[in-house]
């Protein structure tokens, strides 16, 4: 899959250093990844993803401290991110409505 834009993750760790290991790992799966439907996800991720309405994913990031919304192309293979934060910032956002 073709994560837009690791720019994005790279800027929030460089702020949030503990984030930096987690948000590789997730980079380093998620790039490597072939994912067809919700289910390739969740054999992936297991009970650290939640799905919701068009198309987007939200993912527990390092034991939960940090929230990663994405929307998910699975025609293109590709993976927007659309929000990341601390689980207290993603407590302040609508998941569904994010831009």
Known sequence: ??????????????IHPPSETPLRAWFGLVDKAQWDGP????DM????????????????????????IVHISYQYKRVLVKFLGTH?????????KIK
Not at 47 to 68: A, H
């Open 39 to 42: 289910q390739d996800i969740k």
């Open 45 to 68: 991720f297991g009970t650290t993803v939640d799905f919701i309405g068009d198309n987007r994913v939200i993912f527990d990031i390092g034991g939960n401290k940090y929230r990663l």
């Open 88 to 96: 207290r910032e993603y407590d302040r956002v609508n998941p569904e």
């Open 1 to 14: 899959m073709q994560v837009i834009a690791k720019r994005t993750l790279r800027q929030f760790w460089e």
